[in-house]
C-alpha cells in the first residue's frame, strides 16, 4: 500500500499563497506598464522628474530605456517568485530558500512605498518566519527523507540498584502506579462516584485566530489613514486642498484627470470616508469571529469580498489588502474553523 502523503502544514500554505498571490499581482501590472509604454503621459512625467530640483544630465530616452529593463527584470522576479511559491508549496527544499529571499525583497519593496506599506511589509516577514517554523521544518525534513525516529522515552528499571543517597519511600514512589480517582458521595445514602472531570468548550482553531488578527490588524491601519484624511478635510478643507498642491503626484493627478485640486480633494474625502466605514465593519467582523458571535463566519465571509473587489480597484497599493481578504476567507472556510464557529 502506498504510505499517505503527508499533510502540508497551514503555516506553509498561508505563506506560499500570500507570496505567489502578491508576485502575481505585482506581474500584472508590470505586464500592463509595459503594455502601455511610451505614451506621451509617461514621457512627460519622467520629463518633469527630470526638470526637478534635482539636476539630472539623462535625456528621456536613456531614463525610459532603463526603466524598461527595470520592469522586466522585476517582471521576470514575479514570475519566477510564482514558481517559487508552487514548488515551495509542493515540499521543494531549495525553493523554500528562495522564496524566503522573495519574501524578504517584497518587504523593503513595501517598505519603501511609505506608511500604506508597512501592514504588506509585515505580512512578508511574517511568511518569512512560517516557512522555517518547527512544523515546517519538520515538515520539509520529511518531505526531503531527512526525518530520524525520536528515542523512546527511557522507563525506570525497578530492579536496578538504587542511587547513592536515595531512601527506600523515594525508591517506592519512583516505581509506584498511579492512584487512581478517589471517589466521593454527593449525598448520604447514595452510591459513592468518581469526582466528574470538569467541562471544557472547544478550543479556537488557529486558524480563525489568525483571520481575526489579520482582519483587526488592516482595518486598523487603513481605518487610522483614511479616516485621519477624511477628519483633515473635515477640519480644514482649505488646508487640505493646499496639502495636496504641495504634492507633485496630486499636481500629476489633477492634470491627467482635467479637474481642480478642490474636486479631487471632495473625491477623496467621500473615499476615504468609505473606506473607514469599510473598515471599522471589518474590524467588528474580526471581533465577531474572535466571541464566536451568530453570523460572524458569513459577515466576516462578506466584508473580505467587499475588501477585495475595493482592494483589487485600488492599483497597486491595494492587491496586499486583496490578498488578506482572500486569505482570511481561506481561514475560516476550513473544516476547523467551520466546526468551531458553528459549535455554539
Known amino acids: 500500500m502506498n504510505a499517505k502523503p503527508l499533510p502540508r502544514p497551514p503555516k506553509v500554505t498561508v505563506a506560499c499563497l500570500f507570496i505567489g498571490l502578491t508576485c502575481a499581482f505585482m506581474l500584472l501590472q508590470f505586464i500592463s506598464t509595459l503594455s502601455q509604454w511610451g505614451s506621451i503621459e509617461l514621457q512627460e512625467q519622467v520629463a518633469e522628474a527630470l526638470d526637478g530640483p534635482v539636476g539630472v544630465d539623462l535625456s528621456v530616452d536613456t531614463v525610459l530605456s532603463w526603466l524598461r529593463v527595470l520592469l522586466n527584470v522585476l517582471a521576470a522576479g514575479a514570475a519566477a517568485g510564482i514558481v517559487l511559491a508552487v514548488y515551495a508549496a509542493r515540499g521543494h527544499q531549495a525553493s523554500r530558500v528562495l522564496l524566503t529571499v522573495t519574501a524578504a525583497l517584497l518587504a523593503l519593496v513595501f517598505v519603501s512605498v511609505g506608511l500604506l506599506g508597512l501592514l504588506p511589509a509585515a505580512?512578508?516577514?511574517?511568511?518569512?518566519?512560517?516557512?522555517?517554523?518547527?512544523?515546517?521544518?519538520?515538515?520539509?525534513?520529511?518531505?526531503?527523507?531527512?526525518?530520524?525516529?525520536?528515542?523512546?522515552?527511557?522507563?525506570?528499571?525497578?530492579?536496578?540498584?538504587?542511587?547513592?543517597?536515595?531512601?527506600?519511600?523515594?525508591?517506592?514512589?519512583?516505581?509506584?502506579?498511579?492512584?487512581?480517582?478517589?471517589?466521593?458521595?454527593?449525598?448520604?445514602?447514595?452510591?459513592?462516584?468518581?469526582?466528574?472531570?470538569?467541562?471544557?468548550?472547544?478550543?479556537?482553531?488557529?486558524?480563525?485566530?489568525?483571520?481575526?488578527?489579520?482582519?483587526?490588524?488592516?482595518?486598523?491601519?487603513?481605518?487610522?489613514?483614511?479616516?485621519?484624511?477624511?477628519?483633515?478635510?473635515?477640519?480644514?478643507?482649505?488646508?487640505?486642498?493646499?496639502?495636496?498642491?504641495?504634492?507633485?503626484?496630486?499636481?500629476?493627478?489633477?492634470?491627467?484627470?482635467?479637474?481642480?485640486?478642490?474636486?479631487?480633494?471632495?473625491?477623496?474625502?467621500?473615499?476615504?470616508?468609505?473606506?473607514?466605514?469599510?473598515?471599522?465593519?471589518g474590524a467588528l467582523a474580526g471581533v465577531l469571529l474572535l466571541t464566536r458571535t451568530k453570523g460572524a463566519r458569513v459577515f466576516a465571509l462578506v466584508m473580505c469580498a467587499v475588501t477585495f473587489v475595493i482592494g483589487l480597484a485600488a492599483v497597486p497599493m491595494g492587491w496586499p489588502w486583496a490578498a488578506a481578504a482572500a486569505l482570511v476567507v481561506w481561514w475560516i472556510t476550513r473544516q476547523d474553523a467551520r466546526a468551531w464557529l458553528s459549535s455554539r
Open 123 to 281: 505580512f512578508a516577514v511574517g511568511c518569512a518566519f512560517y516557512l522555517w517554523s518547527p512544523e515546517a521544518r519538520a515538515w520539509y525534513a520529511a518531505k526531503n527523507g531527512r526525518v530520524t525516529a525520536a528515542p523512546a522515552p527511557a522507563r525506570p528499571d525497578p530492579f536496578a540498584a538504587p542511587p547513592a543517597g536515595a531512601t527506600a519511600e523515594s525508591q517506592r514512589t519512583a516505581v509506584a502506579p498511579a492512584a487512581p480517582p478517589v471517589p466521593h458521595q454527593a449525598h448520604p445514602g447514595q452510591p459513592w462516584q468518581h469526582a466528574p472531570a470538569a467541562p471544557t468548550g472547544p478550543r479556537r482553531p488557529q486558524s480563525v485566530l489568525t483571520a481575526a488578527i489579520v482582519m483587526l490588524s488592516s482595518a486598523g491601519v487603513v481605518a487610522g489613514v483614511a479616516g485621519l484624511n477624511a477628519l483633515l478635510y473635515v477640519v480644514s478643507p482649505d488646508e487640505y486642498v493646499r496639502l495636496l498642491q504641495d504634492q507633485p503626484l496630486m499636481a500629476d493627478s489633477v492634470r491627467e484627470l482635467d479637474t481642480t485640486a478642490e474636486t479631487l480633494a471632495r473625491w477623496m474625502f467621500i473615499g476615504c470616508s468609505i473606506l473607514t466605514v469599510v473598515s471599522l465593519l
